[in-house]
């Protein structure tokens, strides 16, 4: 049995979407090993909601996501700032946990890790996106072997200290996501609506195909969306909002494919293993992330990145997906189970160290 302290992504309450697919990973992680019989506390901004674990909440105000930034941003807190509370907290109650395990994309968990008793692992989310963050990272690797976490080699790629990096991937609970066997003529798109996205590219494709796109997700940057929505009046899409897992689960199963459309080095993309537990296949950029997951013309399509004509290619392939291989990949790769294993694998290694 470990005794746990997970603190949160400093970018959004959990539940909100405003952290992206971490918020995902923070849930499906706890409840997993909570599961399994460890003791886990969630330290995350007021507000956050989890399903079946308890949160403490920290009032604070929120940090400036990192991918908004240049590469040559200060490092930069607000008054009161909930990432400094949250590791004020942390300092407090360290003597009670065997370790602490930081979500927080930021510098100052990084900065903090030699004052703290307890040791820390860091699990980080994103690519490399600032110097002054890739610096302490890279510190840290080299003072804390086998303490930083990320999902993907794709991901890990972007660092220098790629090499030390444990892949963990993801996971998710396949019980929430129900099979499709039938699609309707539609596509989705999923995630949170912001530059790196490229949102535009998929609204594009469904332009050109004439096929309707169901847009879910938090919308991060309202300029942007509004300048998509006055670009591509004539485009057949559906803004559905923000939707639960198990509203989403239901709003995209029936589409043929997901498009994922990423401008930067997707780290991930939880979003694709969530549309294959479903049996959506997935096309998208081969770029980041998705580079990994996707098995290019068996589970989806890889297609060169930023290329509309790529992925309208590929939504006219579709018949020759087996919607059945894609549940089967996330059943097989993506389980709550495999996940579990290579945490608590990570999480021994660095204790005995
Ligand atoms: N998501 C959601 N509701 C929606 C649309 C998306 O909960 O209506 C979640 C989705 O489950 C996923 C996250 O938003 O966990 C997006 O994460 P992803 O890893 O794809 O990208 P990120 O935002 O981390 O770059």
């Known amino acids: 049995m470990l005794r746990l302290l997970f603190l949160s992504t400093p970018v ?7 952290g992206g697919g971490v918020e995902l990973t923070v849930q499906n992680v706890a409840q997993e090993l909570q599961q399994r019989g460890n003791r886990i506390e969630v330290v995350a901004p007021v507000g956050s909601k ?6 403490t909440e920290i009032p604070g105000n929120l940090q400036v996501a990192v991918q908004t930034q240049s590469r040559d941003v200060p490092i930069i807190l607000p008054d009161n700032s909930v990432l400094a509370n949250i590791w004020g907290y942390a300092r407090q109650v360290q003597s009670n946990y065997d370790l602490i395990v930081n979500f927080a994309f930021d510098w100052l968990p990084f900065y903090l890790t030699p004052w703290f008793d307890c040791p820390i692992a860091h699990f980080i989310s994103m690519g490399s996106l600032t110097d002054a ?13 086998g303490t930083i976490g990320v999902y993907t080699k794709s991901q890990a790629n972007t660092f220098s200290f790629a090499d030390q990096c444990e892949i963990l991937g993801s996971g998710i609970d396949l019980s929430l996501y129900q099979f499709c066997p039938q699609p309707e003529n539609s596509l989705v798109w999923l995630g949170r609506i912001a530059p790196e996205k490229a949102l535009e590219d998929a609204v594009a494709a469904a332009k050109i195909t004439g096929i309707p796109l169901k847009i879910f997700g938090k919308i991060q940057d309202q300029d942007y969306w509004n300048r998509i929505c006055q670009d591509f009046q004539d485009a057949p899409i559906e803004y559905g909002g ?4 198990q509203h989403l689960q239901q709003a995209m199963s029936k589409s043929r494919a997901l498009l994922m459309t990423p401008r930067w080095v997707e780290a991930f993309g939880n979003v694709a293993i969530e549309a294959l537990a479903c049996g959506v296949p997935v096309i998208a950029y081969a770029r980041g992330g998705p580079t990994e997951i996707i098995q290019d013309g068996m589970t989806g399509f890889l297609v060169e990145p930023d290329s509309v004509s790529g992925l309208v290619k590929a939504i006219n392939s579709l018949a020759q997906i087996n ?11 993506y389980s709550l189970t495999a996940l579990g294993d290579r945490f608590r694998h990570w999480f021994t290694k660095i204790l005995k160290s």
């Open 242 to 245: 923000f939707l639960s897992t």
């Open 12 to 18: 959004g309450a959990l539940g909100t979407g405003q």
């Open 133 to 145: 963050l890739d610096r302490i990272m890279a510190q840290i690797a080299q003072q804390y072997p």
């Open 50 to 55: 989890l399903q079946g674990i308890s949160v």
């Open 323 to 333: 919607r059945f291989n894609c549940r089967q990949q996330a059943e097989s790769e």
